[in-house]
């Protein structure tokens, strides 16, 4: 605890302690709030056809909920882990899954899978925890890298950045470096430890 002594630092000392209080005050009603939405989306309905945020598409009329949408884990993936300094965010997870999803999937890294058949998006690239899809790269990016991702495979490992935002960032090579890995040979290859 801390002690004033004089006029001013107790004005000082009390003006810390409203501002830590309003801090705790203002934390304490954010996680409320989350936790009313995480709540209120568990008794949302399904939608028919996916929503990929970016795609520039029109959302169907009514309300959107969580579409469970699951996939085999790939049995080799394209390891694109190493020297991946561009960082991204999942984009339109709240469609595939609840808020708290990402935050308990503890591994280190994502699996990206190429959509091409997508109908929202021909260069799509979903982003999955495990078998489990949480989203997708966002449309500008998708764009970018969707060619390049078409000459080597289509299904990758990527580390996952989990400093920011629930865990829900991943890191991939910049555009140059991967043409490099292309350039030099196939890049190594991800299998899932036996």
């Given at each position: 605890?801390?002690?004033?002594?004089?006029?001013?630092?107790?004005?000082?000392?009390?003006?810390?302690?409203?501002?830590?209080?309003?801090?705790?005050?203002i934390i304490?009603?954010?996680?409320?709030?989350n936790?009313?939405?995480?709540?209120?989306?568990g008794?949302?309905?399904t939608?028919?056809?996916?929503?990929?945020?970016?795609?520039?598409?029109t959302?169907?009329?009514?309300s959107?909920?969580?579409?469970?949408?699951h996939?085999?884990?790939?049995?080799?993936?394209?390891?694109?882990?190493?020297?991946?300094?561009?960082?991204?965010?999942?984009?339109?997870?709240?469609?595939?899954?609840?808020?708290?999803?990402?935050?308990?999937?503890?591994?280190?890294?994502?699996?990206?899978?190429?959509?091409?058949?997508?109908?929202?998006?021909?260069?799509?690239?979903?982003?999955?925890?495990?078998?489990?899809?949480?989203?997708?790269?966002?449309?500008?990016?998708?764009?970018?890298?969707?060619?390049?991702?078409?000459?080597?495979g289509?299904?990758?490992?990527?580390?996952?950045?989990?400093?920011?935002y629930?865990?829900?960032?991943?890191?991939?090579?910049?555009?140059?470096?991967?043409?490099?890995?292309?350039?030099?040979?196939?890049?190594?290859?991800?299998?899932?430890?036996s």
């Open positions: 605890m801390v002690f004033c002594v004089e006029i001013e630092p107790r004005i000082y000392c009390m003006t810390l302690f409203f501002l830590a209080l309003a801090i705790v005050v304490y009603l954010l996680r409320t709030r936790k009313r939405q995480a709540d209120s989306a008794k949302s309905t939608v028919d056809r996916p929503h990929r945020e970016g795609a520039g598409q959302p169907d009329e009514g959107f909920g969580i579409t469970i949408h996939r085999e884990i790939p049995s080799v993936a394209i390891d694109l882990r190493h020297d991946a300094e561009r960082v991204f965010r999942v984009v339109g997870s709240s469609h595939w899954v609840d808020p708290d999803t990402m935050g308990k999937y503890v591994a280190d890294y994502f699996f990206l899978h190429r959509e091409p058949e997508n109908e929202y998006d021909t260069n799509a690239v979903a982003v999955y925890g495990g078998d489990r899809k949480f989203g997708y790269l966002k449309a500008a990016a998708a764009a970018e890298y969707a060619p390049l991702f078409d000459q080597i289509s299904d990758f490992i990527v580390a996952r950045d989990q400093i920011y629930g865990g829900d960032q991943f890191r991939l090579p910049h555009i140059p470096i991967l043409r490099k890995m292309l350039e030099d040979g196939q890049p190594p290859y991800w299998h899932p430890k």
